[in-house]
């Protein structure tokens, strides 16, 4: 597609419950991101692949949240046995490279929106 | 640590000119981003500087100064449109190995343009 893409939309999920957010980034693009997003606030990095490589997870908030890109292209963010604190948007960027050139920018996914109640 | 500083909300009118400021002190820096976000919608790429001065780009322009951790956007002629939050973000120096830039955000300035 022409942009990056996420899925689902919305979710909504009951405390203790698995979520997998799925995300198409821009065909060609080498970099990978996932930043969370709480209400009225701006986007907090997650995590960071590069082609198949998990290089950062620090951003990660704890072990229930795991990430992958098998074959360097979609990637799937996975929360396990979600909490009301991890009610926030999850947002997916790429970038053609991601390193060496400064100037490089991220495109973003439209978000998901995660409620758990 | 990484800290960047934004107003949280601000109010103008549709023609007017409005400038949002953006402070940082992060480890280092590579780089300042402003992105534009409507909400409920993907963050988009407005403009970016790396050197001190000021880029226009027709109705957006972006200035910095590094030595004083300071960026501000300017936003002329305003439209409704304009009504969105512009987040802030800094690209901190990465140790050389990790061979990657991300970016570190602000709170965002949510933008009210009236008629």
């Known amino acids: 597609g022409a942009g990056v893409s996420q899925s689902p939309r919305y979710k909504v999920a009951k405390r203790g419950q698995d979520v997998a957010l799925r995300c198409d980034p821009i065909?060609?693009?080498?970099?990978l991101f996932w930043y969370q997003q709480a209400l009225g606030q701006g986007p907090e990095f997650l995590t960071y692949?590069?082609?198949?490589?998990?290089?950062?997870k620090s951003g990660l908030p704890s072990d229930r949240f795991f990430a992958e890109r098998p074959e360097g292209s979609v990637s799937t963010l996975k929360i396990q046995r979600t909490q009301q604190e991890d009610s926030a948007v999850y947002l997916c960027?790429?970038?053609?490279?991601?390193?060496?050139?400064?100037?490089?920018?991220?495109?973003f996914g439209s978000g998901t929106q995660l409620s758990v109640l | 640590g990484q800290n960047i500083d934004q107003p949280t909300e601000m109010t103008a009118t549709e023609g007017a000119i409005v400038q949002i400021n953006c402070t940082y002190q992060t480890s280092g820096f590579n780089g300042l981003f402003w992105y534009q976000q409507h909400a409920g919608e993907a963050p988009t790429f407005l403009s970016y500087?790396?050197?001190?001065g000021l880029e226009e780009k027709g109705r957006f322009s972006s200035f910095l100064s590094r030595s004083k951790g300071y960026s501000y956007l300017l936003l002329k002629e305003l439209q409704m449109k304009d009504s969105a939050s512009y987040l802030c973000a800094v690209r901190p120096r990465e140790p050389m190995n990790t061979g990657f830039q991300k970016l570190v955000f602000g709170t965002g300035t949510r933008l009210l343009v009236s008629p």
């Open positions: 065909s060609g693009h080498v970099s």
């Open positions: 500087n790396v050197l001190d």
């Open positions: 692949f590069q082609n198949e490589a998990q290089l950062d």
């Open positions: 960027a790429s970038s053609f490279r991601g390193q060496g050139l400064s100037g490089e920018k991220l495109f």
